[in-house]
């Protein structure tokens, strides 16, 4: 007996090892699977949450209220970039950087009260007194949509976690999931508000609206108390063009202003003569400046395209490009109002002008080696184009505010003679500044892109060329302040976009990119990044 309960006993032992890990395994696989359920239940609640938000915003993300003699609708809405669009039917929409944050605020101005809309016909003064409101107007009814969005998401967050989960804990989870997410995300746009965008608009709707919805550049605040009139401005701007007779009210510019309209590589497209004659018109643009290519052969017959020139009433600034012939030069100097500068200057409103036409002619670049831009020999020529007319802006004897050359290539030498240089040539907008000579003035480079769609070459893409021009705003010391970029839908589209730039320091010139200067023999340097749609090319450009 005694031996058999020994044997007994030591199997018992023997088998402590096998029996404690069993244990240890039933352990661990209870805790996993505990892990498990717990971080499904955590995923679940988030996932709830997030979804119920989302719904809320989207349902209770709205409010209406009164600015001014309008109805508004103010939206929010999930995004993924903040900002704020201003929608002014059937006028067009402004765009504002107003905020950081996955939120977009749309203020939609409805229709007019009619019995606001009678007092502003009867009394014209009530339209100030109604815009002086406005701010406290649009500060109320944010504040309340923010409540009532945050309501909205908590309430609907907790209705879908009692449907989901039919457990409290996890619903009132899921509603503090939803009330911290939504809570940020407008904390962190409250705490990321720009007040100055409104300075910078970008507008997008019927190019007539435009001045008078973006507002005059001499009037763009610099602080937050001018905030406050721009927005009544808006109002105020909006509510006489729904309320006047006449299509557009006056604005006065300020003292002082001068409006400059630039062009460049028409390539024959008439309907932008159409947009160059509305510009001017709705802007009041003293004078047009064309860096070029009104052409595409240079041939007699083209020459007559330039007559709509003369139709402008507006001094016309104008240099020859590589598809211009001498004789396209000849017809735009025969137009009554037409300046052409072949390294010359003139003054006109008031700024002093140089400009050096393009010293190739290559109308057909498939079988015109010069037309290639690539060569030692083509560099050498437009650079050379660019020293020949820095020399005349240096004799010049009053100071040059502008200079002008067709292919931006050109542009190197002219650094440290004058502030702004104006350029056409690659069919793309870009503003950049160029290497700054050491005790010299900085100098801007601003690229135009086609004014005339790139005519019909803009058409053998995807996408029609868009039709781009740009506003220039010099204050009475003739320096740039600030500039509106223009760019039109190319053939068969309407869609009009208008950009605001405001140059803090018109001494410095905008902030932007500095563009590598090109060096003779055709070197190259590497491409800056600019503003523009691509890089302004170091060497001369085989675009037309």
């Known amino acids: 007996m005694g031996g058999q309960e020994n044997e007994q006993r030591g199997a018992g032992e023997r088998d402590l090892p096998a029996r404690r890990e069993r ?71 402004l765009q504002l950087d107003s905020h950081q944050g996955p939120t977009h605020l749309t203020v939609g101005l409805g229709a007019l009260d009619q019995r606001k809309t009678e007092a502003l016909i009867d009394d014209p003064a009530s339209i100030s007194r109604a815009s ?52 940020g995300s407008l904390g962190l746009a409250a705490g990321t508000v720009r007040p100055q965008a409104i300075e910078e608009p970008r507008y997008e709707g019927l190019l007539v609206n435009a001045p008078a919805i973006v507002g005059d550049a001499r009037r763009i605040a610099n ?39 630039h062009v460049s590589d028409m390539h024959l497209n008439p309907t932008g003569w159409q947009l160059i004659r509305t510009v001017v018109e709705q802007f009041g643009i003293d004078v047009v400046i064309d860096t070029g290519d009104l052409t595409d052969w240079g041939s007699e017959p083209e020459a007559s395209y330039v007559g709509s020139i003369g139709l402008l009433k507006k001094p016309y600034v104008y240099i020859r490009g590589n598809h211009d012939s001498p004789r396209t030069a000849a017809a735009v100097a025969r137009q009554p109002n037409a300046v052409v500068l072949n390294n010359s200057t003139t003054t006109v409103a008031g700024l002093t002008i140089a400009g050096i036409g393009d010293p190739r002619f290559t109308p057909d670049k498939e079988t015109s080696p010069a037309g290639s831009g690539l060569t030692a020999q083509v560099a050498n020529q437009v650079i050379g184009a660019g020293e020949t007319l820095a020399t005349t802006v240096r004799d010049s004897p009053r100071p040059v505010n502008i200079a002008l050359v067709h292919d931006p290539a050109s542009a190197g030498p002219l650094s440290g003679t004058c502030p702004l240089v104006l350029a056409g040539h690659t069919h793309a907008r870009q503003i950049s500044k160029l290497p700054q000579v050491d005790g010299q003035q900085p100098t801007q480079l601003m690229v135009e892109g086609s004014t005339g769609g790139a005519g019909l070459r803009g058409l053998e893409g995807e996408k029609p060329t868009p039709l781009s021009m740009s506003v220039l705003y010099f204050d009475q010391q003739k320096l740039l302040q600030a500039y509106d970029d223009i760019t039109v839908g190319g053939t068969g589209q309407a869609q009009v976009n208008l950009e605001r730039h405001v140059i803090r320091d018109p001494a410095k010139g905008a902030d932007v990119p500095v563009t590598p200067t090109p060096t003779r023999g055709g070197s190259e340097s590497p491409s800056p990044s600019g503003t523009g749609p691509t890089p302004t090319s170091p060497t001369p450009s085989p675009t037309g």
């Open 132 to 183: 002086q409101s406005a701010v406290t107007d649009v500060r109320n009814g944010v504040l309340r949509l923010g409540l009532r969005t945050l309501g909205a998401a908590v309430l609907v967050t907790l209705l879908l976690a009692a449907l989901v989960f039919r457990d409290t804990r996890r619903t009132a989870w899921a509603g503090g999931v939803a009330l911290v997410v939504t809570a």
């Open 223 to 261: 602080d937050y108390s001018r905030y406050a009139e721009q927005l009544q401005r808006l109002v105020g701007n909006v509510s006489q063009l729904y309320t006047t007779v006449s299509a557009l009210p006056v604005y006065e510019p300020a003292p002082g202003t001068t409006r400059v309209l």
């Open 23 to 93: 244990r240890w395994r039933t352990w661990w696989s209870a805790l996993r699977s505990t892990r498990a359920r717990r971080a499904g239940v955590v995923l679940a609640v988030l996932l709830v949450a997030l979804t119920g938000t989302v719904i809320g915003v989207f349902a209770g993300g709205r409010v209406s209220t009164d600015i001014g003699p309008f109805r508004a609708d103010l939206t929010l809405a999930p995004a993924v970039r903040g900002g704020t669009t201003v929608d002014i039917p059937p006028l067009g929409a």
